[in-house]
């Protein structure tokens, strides 16, 4: 039925697709189509269908300020024509004060920390002189462009965010601008900062923004949203005036002939201006300034944004929850708290309730327009909903009773019907060719729609394979050749077959000649690509949702599973649990532990350990499922081999076997609608668990000998947790004897700096804040990282000048190691051995990682990061932490006094002193060339520095 392919039928049909014709081991796991599907009214759909449409019309630029969702909270639904008026002339009264009081004091609301940078603009990072191109600008051919043109322009003149050119600055470089369509009849104006180089002059930190999971986190199964939009995002902050001589903007374009050949046709950007490259960086900076001072007291009872606790409900605690998140903040009344997230512009706001997401969402419209930041967002207000439109890249539903959704839109949807069956046509075609460029392109669609489908991430990869197939290093079948079968053999002179042609490309790439695209344009057709098509054909696959692990019921039970294999051998460990809702009223162990022994058949046993690591706990997951003891559980797969996690959380192998195996995961997944984690532990730990005896037929080990379970999985227990000692190590080496653990409470307050604050005079709490140089321990538990290590990319974008050290145990990595790496200046690995035996603890199995991230200094490179020094300190200590803790702690040391020794010499003494190349031109050292004497100081200089570091 065509109707189920509507925008409302994803939030309401449980995804079911079918594996695809190639891969028959997975056939038999598909789910049944006979399993009663979810289904929604036809007034939901209309209902849905119509907020869509509003929604739409909401984001128009015309669109005028909702001022009757005000009129109806004040007077009702049945308003009084004369109630209006009275309402409108008190707007327009209000409008008239704010405006005098923000004229007044519009610097003094922020901050104290920050009131010069929201006064002057952030500064900005200039990594040598600014340009000089002072070329006027082309006039547009097209009088009706033009003349929209001109209506932008003026535009952006009236509200301030261009200023004429003042007597005491001398423009060096003007910004070009040209139109893009926007619709059928409207333009987009650009602003190239590209063309001009001022954006090859500057350095803009890299910074974080919020994802679908970090909105999922503060959801429950009946909260609301709310969605604000700031206008004119970029344009509400101060451009620096270091880069006002080098944002100059030609309007002559509006002007008549005798304007153009005046000075009145130069003007500046006193904004962060589109197209400058330190503008979203310094604009979002702001912005979190700003929400500070929205969210306010966290224990003021008059706060909607109030909270008191962070409640943690983690998997290992002996009454963990699996239809909870994991990790939220909870109010006095026991209701989760209001949370803002913003992505670059679009806001969204959650509440427990829809009285209390509308509360938290007009103090953010209030506390934005007494910071002047708000401009004219008011018109994109919309009604408090469960189902609000996409944000982030996906849509988030709330099912009330049943959970928290993730989607896509109706217009992702429908391309991504038209994109299957474009390439289905194409391939049946017979064509044996396919456009390379065009199959990039739509490959990444499909990637960024896989964001709220992970369970088509396995049928992506066909387009993977048919987009790297020319290059020449795959089989007849597309799958990438393992190197031991290309590296040997010898280079022929030219390519005559397949193995030919793989020995040009890799003689091609050792000769750093490797081509980004085939020069024909087009690659050869895998054979998987078809199958995998069919099996993302629409008419095929039911309306797909994801329930998110944290926030969706998963029934009444989870499961750990343990899997190992020992040469011929194969063994797993099994321990079910009910949880605290369980229909029976009790919790706990559902029964003792049980385990499975067995022995690899002869083909098998050939196969390389990866294979039959995964193998292993595919084969024990779905026997568990089939007994029926799986259904609406949440699984957790303990292994010791990296290979295996790594595969499941890509969602993809470049191994053919690995790649089937993780299909079938998914395919269990949903037929039986798991929940599943797969994490990696030590080898060790299995151990000592007794896993890796059961797979050698020994089973009076471990939890076989009646140990429980839970001992063994420390998923909730932060390294300081494990291992008290561990502070005192730390603090041996920060030289801070007071350094203590943030609590996941002072993650919010403490980690940001804040340290209480104040109302100002017109009752506004204004935050107070840490000076710079303070030290922070962040230290959680491995399945809370990734929240932990968010609100530090949160603190770092604000404040650049606090010490910050994370130690996170190497467990649920995937979750949180491209965020560790994000944030850290430098990080390292302690093994086990060192931190267990040097500290004399003995089960600390996995090993510690330690970031540490660093002030910025006050000059070129900025950020400790960039330099290669960095890389070496971080594989020193590697090396050094295995043997000696004494010259690991004397190394960390001199790193803390990095930053201060660097911010107190000059740039071209810090770059030898990091290893930097210098900036500019590489003068004449020689014995008689000019320069020699300024060379042979600064050498001299920098040895005395390192010596004394």
């Given at each position: 039925d065509s109707a189920s392919i509507s925008y409302a039928s994803q939030a309401t049909v449980k995804c079911a697709i079918k594996p695809s014709a190639s891969e028959e081991p997975a056939s038999t796991l598909s789910p049944s189509m006979n399993d009663p599907p979810l289904t929604a009214s036809k007034q939901t759909l209309e209902q849905i269908t119509q907020t869509t449409i509003g929604l739409k019309a909401m984001k128009a630029d015309d669109a005028e300020v909702p001022v009757y969702l005000r009129n109806r909270r004040i007077i009702g639904d049945n308003p009084l024509a004369s109630r209006e008026r009275a309402l409108n002339g008190f707007r327009k009264l209000g409008f008239r004060w704010f405006l005098r009081g923000l004229r007044l004091d519009c610097g003094r609301r922020f901050p104290l920390r920050y009131q010069r940078e929201a006064r002057d603009g952030v500064p900005i990072y200039f990594e040598k002189p600014g340009p000089s191109l002072m070329q006027r600008q082309p006039e547009f051919s097209d009088p009706a462009v033009r003349k929209q043109v001109?209506?932008?322009?003026?535009?952006?003149?009236?509200?301030?965010?261009?200023?004429?050119?003042?007597?005491?600055?001398?423009?060096?470089?003007?910004?070009?601008?040209?139109?893009?369509?926007?619709?059928?009849?409207d333009v987009r104006i650009v602003y190239?900062?590209?063309?001009?180089?001022?954006?090859?002059?500057?350095?803009?930190?890299?910074?974080?923004?919020?994802?679908?999971?970090?909105?999922?986190?503060?959801?429950?199964?009946?909260?609301?949203?709310?969605?604000?939009?700031i206008g004119d995002m970029f344009l509400n902050f101060q451009l620096h005036k270091s880069a006002w001589p080098f944002a100059g903007v030609d309007i002559g374009l509006i002007l008549d002939e005798e304007g153009k050949a005046s000075e009145d046709r130069w003007y500046h950007w006193c904004r962060n201006a589109m197209g400058f490259t330190s503008s979203p960086h310094n604009s979002i900076k702001m912005a979190l300034v700003a929400e500070e001072v929205i969210l306010g007291d966290r224990l003021d009872k008059n706060n909607p944004f109030q909270w008191s606790r962070v409640e943690l409900n983690l998997p290992g605690m002996l009454k963990y929850n699996p239809s909870k998140t994991w990790m939220a903040r909870v109010r006095k009344d026991g209701l989760n708290a209001c949370a803002l997230f913003t992505f670059v512009d679009d806001e969204r706001i959650t509440g427990a309730t829809r009285e209390l997401a509308w509360q938290a969402s007009s103090r953010l419209a209030q506390i934005q327009a007494y910071l002047g930041i708000r401009q004219d967002a008011a018109r994109k207000v919309g009604l408090c909903l469960q189902q609000p439109r996409s944000w982030a890249g996906a849509v988030v539903h709330v099912r009330p009773g049943e959970g928290v959704f993730i989607l896509t839109s109706e217009e992702k949807w429908i391309k991504l019907k038209d994109t299957v069956e474009k390439w289905i046509g194409i391939v049946e075609s017979g064509c044996d060719e396919l456009n390379h460029?065009?199959?990039?392109?739509?490959?990444?669609?499909?990637?960024?729609?896989?964001?709220?489908?992970?369970?088509?991430?396995?049928?992506?990869?066909?387009?993977?394979?048919?987009?790297?197939?020319?290059?020449?290093?795959?089989?007849?079948?597309?799958?990438?050749?393992?190197?031991?079968?290309?590296?040997?053999?010898?280079?022929?002179?030219?390519?005559?077959?397949?193995?030919?042609?793989?020995?040009?490309?890799?003689?091609?790439?050792?000769?750093?000649?490797?081509?980004?695209?085939?020069?024909?344009?087009?690659?050869?057709?895998?054979?998987?690509?078809?199958?995998?098509?069919?099996?993302?054909?629409?008419d095929k696959v039911k309306r797909s949702t994801s329930p998110i692990s944290e926030t969706s019921k998963c029934g009444s039970c989870l499961l750990w599973i343990r899997g190992d294999t020992s040469g011929k051998g194969r063994g797993s460990t099994f321990q079910g649990y009910r949880t605290v809702h369980h229909l029976s009223g009790q919790f706990g162990p559902t029964a003792e532990g049980t385990f499975r022994v067995g022995i690899w058949s002869a083909l098998e046993e050939e196969e390389s350990s990866n294979y039959r690591e995964f193998t292993n706990l595919v084969e024990d997951t779905e026997l568990e499922a089939e007994s029926g003891r799986l259904r609406q559980a949440e699984l957790f797969l303990f292994t010791d081999n990296s290979t295996a996690e790594s595969a499941f959380y890509k969602g993809s192998s470049s191994s053919k076997l690995l790649h089937h195996l993780v299909l079938r995961l998914h395919l269990i997944a949903q037929k039986y609608q798991l929940i599943i984690h797969m994490v990696h532990v030590s080898g060790k730990r299995m151990i000592a668990q007794g896993t890796d005896g059961c797979s050698r037929g020994v089973l009076m080990e471990g939890v076989m000998a009646g140990q429980d379970m839970l001992q063994f999985v420390d998923l909730d227990k932060s390294a300081h947790h494990r291992h008290p000692p561990l502070l005192d190590w730390i603090c041996s080496w920060t030289m801070q004897p007071d350094l203590h653990p943030l609590t996941p409470e002072e993650w919010f307050v403490k980690g940001h700096g804040i340290i209480g604050g104040m109302k100002d005079v017109r009752g506004v709490w204004l935050p107070d804040h840490e000076p710079a140089g303070k030290f922070h321990l962040w230290n959680p538990a491995p399945a809370t990282a990734d929240a932990m290590l968010e609100e530090l990319l949160k603190a770092r974008h604000k404040r650049t000048d606090t010490f910050h050290v994370i130690c996170i145990p190497r467990l649920m990595s995937p979750r949180w190691r491209r965020l560790f790496h994000k944030v850290s200046d430098v990080h390292f690995v302690v093994p086990p051995p060192s931190w267990c035996i040097v500290l004399a603890y003995y089960n600390m199995f996995e090993p510690l990682w330690i970031g540490i991230v660093l002030p910025f200094v006050p000059h070129r490179p900025w950020q400790l990061k960039r330099a290669p020094l960095m890389v070496e300190l971080?594989?020193?200590?590697?090396?050094?932490?295995?043997?000696?803790?004494?010259?690991?702690?004397?190394?960390?040391?001199?790193?803390?006094?990095?930053?201060?020794?660097?911010?107190?010499?000059?740039?071209?003494?810090?770059?030898?002193?990091?290893?930097?190349?210098?900036?500019?031109?590489?003068?004449?050292?020689?014995?008689?060339?000019?320069?020699?004497?300024?060379?042979?100081?600064?050498?001299?200089?920098?040895?005395?520095?390192?010596?004394r570091a």
């Open positions: 001109k209506e932008k322009v003026e535009k952006v003149i009236r509200r301030r965010y261009l200023a004429r050119v003042s007597t005491g600055l001398k423009l060096k470089s003007l910004i070009k601008y040209f139109a893009v369509p926007k619709g059928l009849d190239d900062g590209t063309a001009s180089g001022l954006n090859d002059a500057v350095w803009a930190p890299s910074f974080w923004l919020p994802t679908i999971d970090s909105l999922v986190r503060a959801l429950d199964a009946d909260s609301w949203m709310s969605d604000r939009d460029k065009e199959l990039l392109s739509d490959r990444g669609f499909l990637v960024y729609v896989t964001r709220a489908y992970p369970e088509m991430i396995p049928y992506v990869k066909g387009f993977h394979l048919t987009a790297e197939t020319w290059t020449g290093n795959h089989d007849e079948e597309g799958w990438k050749l393992p190197a031991a079968k290309i590296i040997d053999k010898p280079a022929p002179p030219e390519a005559r077959n397949e193995d030919d042609a793989t020995m040009a490309y890799l003689a091609r790439k050792a000769a750093a000649d490797v081509q980004r695209a085939p020069l024909d344009g087009v690659t050869p057709l895998a054979p998987r690509l078809h199958a995998d098509l069919l099996a993302l054909r629409v971080g594989r020193q200590l590697c090396e050094v932490c295995k043997d000696c803790d004494l010259c690991a702690r004397n190394i960390l040391r001199k790193l803390l006094k990095l930053p201060r020794q660097v911010a107190s010499v000059s740039p071209s003494v810090a770059s030898g002193m990091l290893h930097m190349p210098r900036t500019g031109d590489v003068p004449d050292v020689g014995p008689h060339g000019r320069g020699w004497h300024r060379a042979r100081d600064s050498a001299r200089e920098s040895e005395k520095i390192e010596r």
